[in-house]
């Protein structure tokens, strides 16, 4: 059993309340939308948790269909709420990443799955492929909303931090911008060292993306006001 | 009492005023590089 996806859960729950209060008190479909993102992501870690105690079919699939389908996709649509205020595309977006998010989980969910392979001392993102056998249409989908999902999140933070840079205002939402994409960078550059065999550095991805991109968003929100 | 709108400038040093453009486009970089990686690796190109 390893120990730091209890820390990511841990700082993603947090962080996820923080930015549901922030929604509470202020509105905005952004905070919402990142609310619903970061929960997601502590539900993908707290799956990896228990996958490392007990197997589960339920877990797995959990920890798929929040790690590896819908985290990145509602994470991306809060921002693309927050940089596109003009016209219908925020919602409209929103809309069908709703459908397609219950597509995902109807997926997943029916998916068959080798119950007797599984192993837990092996993390979950190195045998689930030997485990739940995916159909072309959620292979498709999983690409899908990851890469829409990263480029939104991550491009848009990007393009704020560029924006802020260009102005030169607003320091602490420049570098917090830069973090929040380092942070959202991290889990998954962290499967490559997963490919090369330092399962420790994936955790310690996990746990690095959800700190960074927490001290981010506060870095980002500690003065100027939305 | 300082001018809130000027307040918000802000002006980097001479090592920040290149080493900021140079993480932005690191993470440009970092960006394109985790893209191809999710396709391949979901595409089962790269062995898991």
Redesign the interface.
């Known amino acids: 059993m390893n120990i730091l996806p209890w820390f990511s859960s841990i700082v993603t729950f947090i962080f996820t309340a923080l930015v549901y209060n922030r929604y509470l008190q202020r509105g905005g479909p952004h905070l919402l939308l990142w609310a619903v993102g970061l929960f997601f992501y502590g539900l993908g870690t707290l799956a990896e948790v228990t996958l490392g105690l007990t197997y589960s079919a339920f877990m797995l699939k959990l920890w798929y269909l929040m790690g590896a389908m819908l985290t990145a996709a509602w994470l991306g649509t809060g921002t693309v709420h927050l940089l596109i205020r003009k016209g219908n595309t925020a919602n409209l977006l929103t809309w069908v990443l709703a459908g397609v998010s219950l597509l995902a989980v109807f997926l997943v969910f029916s998916a068959p799955v080798n119950n007797v392979a599984y192993d837990i001392s092996r993390p979950a993102?190195?045998q689930y492929?030997e485990i739940m056998t995916r159909s072309g249409l959620t292979?498709f989908f999983?690409?899908l909303l990851?890469?829409y999902g990263?480029?939104t999140l991550?491009?848009g933070a990007?393009y704020s931090?560029?924006l802020f840079?260009r102005k030169?205002?607003?320091?602490n939402r420049?570098y917090g911008n830069?973090l929040i994409?380092?942070g959202a960078?991290s889990p998954?550059?962290g499967?490559?060292f997963?490919?090369a065999g330092l399962v420790d550095f994936l955790y310690l991805s996990e746990l690095l993306g959800a700190g960074m991109m927490f001290a981010g968003f506060v870095l980002a929100t500690q003065k100027?006001d939305d | 009492m300082p001018d809130p709108k000027h307040s918000k400038r802000f002006k980097p040093g001479a090592v920040m005023d290149k080493v900021i453009p140079a993480v932005l486009i690191l993470l440009v970089l970092g960006l394109a590089a985790v893209i191809v990686l999710v396709i391949l690796s979901l595409i089962d190109a790269i062995p898991s």
């Open positions: 993102s190195e492929k292979v999983t690409i990851n890469i990263t480029l991550v491009g990007i931090a560029f840079w030169k205002v607003l320091a420049m830069i994409a380092a960078l998954a550059l499967g490559t997963l490919k100027a």
